[in-house]
């Protein structure tokens, strides 16, 4: 199963801001809805955006996506120190008709 | 509140089986699509299988066609993944997670459990 392309680790000072990017085909993103994931091992992945640029309730707005064409982007604004985690990206797949996962990016708070 | 508890994990020998349960509350649960997501040692998370609402359409990945499969008892609300010949590479925590929005291109999974470990070794 083809994973979305994510970097590895992404870095900020508290406060600043990150982006950290997903980069898929054109039976993926292209063509279905991104979704981001927050995962601390252990637990329960928490979802962050849906829809591309959607926030569910209680997700503060220091979290913001977007998609253009093959690839979608993941913002944190105002870095906090419990956003260290690692973040996933997801979409429906067209050809392997399945869903398929970002390699996942681990943030990093300095 | 909606909770998925998932359970069923252990260790087991290549080539053996396993069946993995996840019961949900908090919700209808026959009016919902369903998954399982893995995540190996070290490794990403990765999408093994889902299924819809009455049970009729179910989509599995390709590394475990064949030998995964989901299903699920909306009279109990219970979801399971039977597996089956399990190789060493099936090792990974398991997850269940709720599915929402629009199949299949707007889907999101809006709920997850806290997994269950499988280990595959002899």
């Known amino acids: 199963q083809s994973a979305l392309t994510q970097p590895p680790s992404v870095s900020g000072a508290p406060g600043q801001r990150v982006t950290i990017s997903c980069s898929g085909r054109?039976?993926?993103?292209?063509?279905?809805?991104v979704s981001w994931y927050q995962h601390l091992p252990g637990t329960a992945p928490k979802p962050l955006i849906y829809?591309?640029?959607q926030r569910p309730s209680g997700v503060p707005d220091r979290f913001s996506g977007s998609k253009s064409g093959t690839s979608a982007s993941l913002v944190i604004s105002g870095l906090q120190s419990d956003d260290e985690a690692d973040y996933y990206c997801?979409?429906?797949?067209?050809?392997?008709?399945?869903?398929?996962f970002g390699t996942g990016t681990k943030v990093t708070v300095l | 509140e909606v909770q998925l508890s998932e359970s069923g994990g252990g260790l087991v020998q290549p080539g053996g089986s396993l069946r993995l349960s996840c019961a949900a509350s908090g919700f209808t649960f026959r009016d919902f699509a369903m998954s399982w997501v893995r995540q190996a040692p070290g490794r990403g998370l990765e999408w093994v299988s889902s299924?819809?609402?009455?049970?009729?359409?179910?989509y599995h990945a390709e590394s475990v066609r064949g030998r995964l499969t989901i299903s699920r008892d909306n009279s109990k609300n219970i979801l399971y993944l039977q597996m089956n010949s399990l190789r060493a590479d099936d090792t990974a925590t398991y997850y269940c997670?709720?599915?929402?929005?629009?199949?299949?291109?707007?889907?999101?999974?809006?709920?997850w459990g806290r997994g269950t470990l499988v280990t595959v070794s002899s």
């Open positions: 997670a709720k599915l929402e929005g629009h199949p299949h291109r707007e889907y999101y999974f809006d709920y």
């Open positions: 829809v591309n640029d």
């Open positions: 054109s039976s993926n993103i292209g063509v279905s809805a």
């Open positions: 997801a979409t429906w797949d067209d050809s392997l008709n399945g869903y398929v």
């Open positions: 299924i819809y609402g009455g049970g009729v359409g179910t």
